[in-house]
């Protein structure tokens, strides 16, 4: 398919008026590094672009006394630099820095992250943790949604042809709440997808499991809540065993939804390693004295 015309926005009405007049024909480009391939590809036949990576007001990152709001054109290389000092959120620091190269870093939008649902999609599990919201924008309207809805397929979001994703909002988290993350590298010469976890704990006294979000990438047709896992921890005190016992609980998870696939043999085995991880990052983020 042919590009006909490339629309370059610089705020969001416009953009919402564009989308409006061409509904399915057009597609939203923020950094370009998923949709230019599939658009060589032919995977991706819009024939309208919308260019919106020079709308400021997509690109800001806004704290509530209760909340985190990130602009959907907010870059990988922005995140973790705005996030650095910010010591409960190490593990969206770590996810944005994972992401590619610097060069990719410095394009890619946790928007189009989010809109292009890809199973590795980094920084889907730790948003899902964090049970953040997407806040969709259409013309005269505007609509909120849990990011674990807006998720449907592979690749697959509940995005309607003439709505943006604007902003991802959480809620900030407490002294006895914690944000962990891990992820194992992409080996290409193994052939091995990359896989990560991310985990969210909130604790009370003796370390007992009072909330937990667990979400995990590359290890299903999109990023998962891994609710079995979460039921599993509610309730008990974190040490060493109920850690281990949910870890195979996990590894049981994926053996189910995995089965028959040439990659199950490693991912069973590695996902064990990167959820403990991920929880004793999530636990030393909560404050807590000692380790698990
Ligand atoms: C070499 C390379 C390495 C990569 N490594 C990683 C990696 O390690 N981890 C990882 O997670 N990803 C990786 N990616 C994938 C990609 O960089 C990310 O998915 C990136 O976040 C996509 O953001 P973007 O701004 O470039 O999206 P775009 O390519 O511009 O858009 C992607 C999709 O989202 C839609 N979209 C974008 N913004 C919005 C919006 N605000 N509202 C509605 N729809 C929107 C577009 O229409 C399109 O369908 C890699 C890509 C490349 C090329």
């Known amino acids: 398919m042919e590009i006909k015309e490339?629309?370059?926005k610089k705020n969001v009405k416009e953009t919402l008026e564009i989308l409006e007049h061409y509904q399915e024909q057009c597609k939203i480009i923020a950094g370009g590094t998923d949709i230019i391939i599939q658009l060589r590809e032919g995977i991706e036949k819009s024939s309208v672009l919308v260019d919106i990576s020079n709308i400021?007001?997509?690109?800001?990152v806004k704290e509530t006394e209760k909340w985190i709001e990130i602009g959907s054109g907010v870059t990988f290389t922005e995140i973790a630099r705005e996030f650095t000092l910010h010591d409960k959120f190490s593990a969206l620091v770590e996810a944005a820095a994972s992401v590619g190269s610097p060069q990719i870093r410095n394009a890619a939008t946790i928007g189009g992250n989010i809109c292009n649902a890809s199973p590795a999609a980094d920084f889907i599990p730790p948003l899902l943790a964090l049970n953040a919201v997407?806040?969709?924008e259409r013309k005269n309207a505007i609509r909120e949604m849990c990011l674990e809805e807006f998720i449907i397929d592979k690749e697959k979001v509940a995005l309607k042809a003439d709505e943006l994703l604007t902003k991802i909002r959480f809620k900030k988290l407490q002294t006895n709440q914690g944000l962990g993350f891990s992820k194992l590298g992409f080996r290409k010469a193994l052939a091995i997808s990359k896989i990560s976890?991310?985990?969210f704990l909130e604790l009370e006294e003796n370390n007992k499991c009072k909330g937990t979000r667990i979400a995990t990438g590359a290890l299903g047709r999109h990023g998962l809540r891994e609710r079995r896992v979460e039921e599993f921890l509610q309730e008990k005190a974190l040490d060493p065993?109920?850690?281990h016992q949910g870890g195979r609980k996990l590894q049981k998870e994926i053996e189910k939804?995995?089965?028959?696939?040439?990659s199950l043999a490693f991912k069973k085995e590695a996902v064990i390693g990167i959820f403990h991880k991920a929880v004793d990052k999530?636990?030393?983020s909560c404050k807590i004295e000692g380790g698990i």
């Open 6 to 8: 490339v629309f370059r």
């Open 257 to 262: 939804r995995l089965y028959g696939r040439p």
């Open 197 to 199: 976890t991310a985990v």
């Open 134 to 136: 997407v806040v969709l």
């Open 56 to 60: 400021e007001e997509l690109k800001v």
């Open 282 to 284: 999530a636990f030393k």
């Open 241 to 243: 065993s109920t850690v």
